[in-house]
C-alpha cells in the first residue's frame, strides 16, 4: 500500500499542488492532509482556497473523504470567529478498501492554564481512520506561539495521540504536521512506541524552499513495529511551505 502526508498551507500553490494529487490518485491508497478548507467560495486574505477539500473531492474521484474541523479558536488564518468556511485536516482513503471513520479529537485546550505558557494557540486536532486493519491517525500538532519544543501542553498533546491510536483497532500509523522538532519528549514519547521514520530514513528536512525560516522539520511519520517499510521519502517539490512524506508499506 501507499500513503502520502502533506500540510496543503491551505492550497495557496494551488495549481502545482492540485496536479501532484491527481498525478498520484491511481497509485496512492491514503493521503493524510493538514491545512484543508472546506465549504467556502473564493480565497481567504493569504490566498488559502476555501474549497480546498471539495476540489480534492474532484480530483480523487475514486477516494472516500473524511474532514476533521480545527474547533473554535482554532483558525489562525483569519482574524474572525464568523468564517464561511471549515478549517480542518482531511484524509481520503480508496473507495474499494474497506474502512470507516474514527474519533476526531482536539489537541489543544485553549482555556487551561498552563504553567509554561498563557499565549495562542491555534490548530490541533487529530483524525483516526480505520482502513483494512490499520488504524490511521492524521495529525497536526497545535500551533503554540511558533514554540517546537516542549511544554506542557506539548506533552499533553502527544499523550492524547497515542491514546487515539491505541483505542483505534488495526496497525498503527500516526503522520501528518507535529509542530515540534526531533529532539524533544513529545516526539520521543511517540517514537518509543513505534519507529519515527523520519529519524530511521535519515531525512534532513520537510519543509519546501517556500518556508524560510531555519526549523526545517515539522512532519513525522511513525509506524507500528508490525509494519513492514518497502520505502520512505520526502519528495523535493514546491507545493506548499511543507514536503510530501511518502510512504510504501505492507
Not at 67 to 74: K, R
Not at 82 to 98: R, W
Not at 196 to 205: A, S
Request: glycine content about 8%; aromatic content about 12%.
Amino acid at each position: 500500500m501507499k500513503l502520502i502526508s502533506l500540510n496543503t498551507w491551505g492550497c495557496r500553490v494551488t495549481e502545482p499542488l492540485f496536479d501532484f494529487i491527481k498525478s498520484n490518485s491511481a497509485t496512492v491508497d491514503i493521503f493524510c492532509f493538514q491545512e484543508i478548507l472546506k465549504g467556502g467560495k473564493g480565497k481567504t486574505h493569504r490566498e488559502e482556497v476555501k474549497s480546498g477539500f471539495e476540489d480534492i473531492c474532484q480530483l480523487l474521484p475514486n477516494h472516500t473523504g473524511y474532514f476533521s474541523e480545527y474547533g473554535e479558536g482554532g483558525y489562525y488564518s483569519e482574524s474572525s470567529k464568523n468564517l464561511d468556511f471549515k478549517y480542518g485536516i482531511a484524509t481520503f482513503v480508496k473507495s474499494d478498501l474497506k474502512q470507516a471513520v474514527g474519533q476526531c479529537i482536539l489537541l489543544y485546550d485553549s482555556t487551561r492554564k498552563w504553567s509554561d505558557y498563557s499565549g495562542r494557540f491555534a490548530a490541533g486536532a487529530a483524525l483516526a481512520v480505520s482502513v483494512e486493519d490499520l488504524a490511521v491517525v492524521n495529525v497536526h500538532g497545535m500551533w503554540q506561539g511558533g514554540i517546537k519544543m516542549d511544554t506542557e501542553a506539548k506533552i499533553e498533546q502527544s499523550k492524547k495521540i497515542i491514546d487515539l491510536a491505541e483505542k483505534t483497532d488495526g496497525r498503527k500509523i500516526i503522520c501528518g504536521d507535529f509542530n515540534m522538532l526531533p529532539d524533544t519528549k513529545s516526539i520521543k514519547m511517540l517514537a518509543d512506541k513505534h519507529t519515527d521514520l523520519i529519524r530511521e530514513y535519515g531525512i534532513k528536512e520537510t519543509r519546501s524552499s517556500l518556508y524560510t525560516k531555519d526549523m526545517r522539520y515539522a512532519d513525522y511519520a511513525f509506524v507500528g513495529k508490525d509494519i513492514s517499510v518497502k520505502d520512505f521519502f520526502v519528495r523535493n517539490v514546491t507545493i506548499s511551505d511543507h514536503l510530501p512524506m511518502i510512504l510504501g508499506f505492507k
